[in-house]
């Protein structure tokens, strides 16, 4: 009996044993893949990175190349230049804004042969250069204008500026702490670069070389003679708060002087729109019924 009991229950440890085993099994490959990262299952952000690698980023490159191939003379470093005074370099890379414009030439270029296909054939040797150049030039256009607006933007935050940090100088703060003030309380490009300051000097740069970087990368005259002040004034152990109420008196006038400017400039500007649209459509009121009086007299 007890040699018939324990072959029972080895048979039923056996049956037992085998039938389990595939699920063991199957969930020791589950534990020792989930351990490793080795099997999972594909998702759509999955699908989503794929093709951005297979396609977008493949297709990206040669749409960069095509501007360098049309303008040997552009420069990796002077697009990075213009995208970092344009307040762009930590959205836009120099690559991508490379692809962009590849791809603004090549679709223009499209659109000029639907134009041509639409019109005749003889007017794309007309539309096809026409448009592919416009595509090429016009993302360089909307960068300067960018830069432009940018380096105005600058000019007209930087008098307030500096009073904020003749204020806390004059309180009892160090220049670095000055413009920590300042980029709590104010905003606007002039704060991203003083904020970009105060990252550089923090890495290791010193005051002057990264006063410098600034300068060369908001490229202003107002601001260029408030990092001549300021390095003067370290170098000669001037009162920083003074030399700062001075560059804000002159920063101040130097902007009043250009608003006066815009507004002696504005008659110039509308005469032409003015003449162009406004008298004519006077001339027709006015003197339209006269004509068609003396059109029914004579008539």
Known sequence: MLIA???????????AEVATYPARLKERSIRRAAEYGRVRIPDKADELLRFRERVLIP???RLAAIPLKLNPRLSIDAISARLLAA???RRVTTRTFLAVKGGSTVGSAFFGLFIAAVASPFSGLVFIPLFSAAGFIVPEMLLSSRIRSRREAVRGDLPDALDLLAVSVEAGLGFDGAITK???HMGGPLVDEFSLLLSEMRMGESRQTALKNMVARVDTAELSALVR??????QLGISLGRILRVQATDSRLRRQAAAEEKAMKAPIKMLFPTVLFIFPAMFLVLLGPA????LKVLG
């Open 59 to 61: 297709t990206a490159e």
């Open 5 to 15: 009991f324990l072959c029972i229950a080895a048979a039923t440890f056996a049956v």
């Open 87 to 89: 307040g762009l370099s």
């Open 182 to 184: 300042l980029t709590e």
């Open 229 to 234: 002040a300021v390095i003067q004034a370290d």
């Open 291 to 294: 004509i068609l009086n003396i």
